[in-house]
Nanobody
Framework: QVQLVESGGGLVQAGGSLRLSCAAS????????MGWFRQAPGKEREFVAC??????YYADFVKGRFTISRDNAKNTVYLQMDSLEPEDTAVYSC???????????????????WGQGTQVTVSS
């Protein structure tokens, strides 16, 4: 049984930082592409970042503020978020997919497993 469990969300002031973690179990972690998505109230889920074995990919709105990393020894993927803005307020979820394709990396439907999400709230 695959499980993805996020942690690290919370309330932070604009300009602050948070580090999200996603611990995976039940899958061969190093063989999976790990991604982060977010969903704000009233909006569709959107791609934030993903990391395969070699490269990192980011949504345009990240603008160098976020960094995705992974520790295969710990079966964990991280999202370091700096210079947070109120517009970053959302539920952040991690996801895993078995095969990587640049053309579809932003599509949530292409991911096989999902965590329950963690709330990030940025106050102005």
């Amino acid at each position: 049984q695959v499980q993805l469990v996020e942690s690290g969300g919370g309330l932070v002031q604009a300009g602050g930082s948070l580090r999200l973690s996603c611990a995976a179990s039940g899958l061969s972690f190093s063989n999976y592409v790990m991604g982060w998505f977010r969903q704000a109230p009233g909006k569709e889920r959107e791609f934030v970042a993903c990391r395969n074995g070699v490269n990192r990919y980011y949504a345009d709105f990240v603008k160098g503020r976020f960094t995705i990393s992974r520790d295969n020894a710990k079966n964990t993927v991280y999202l370091q978020m700096d210079s947070l803005e109120p517009e970053d307020t959302a539920v952040y979820s991690c996801a895993a997919r078995g095969r990587f394709a640049i053309a579809t990396m932003k599509y949530a439907a292409m991911y096989d497993y999902w965590g329950q999400g963690t709330q990030v709230t940025v106050s102005s």
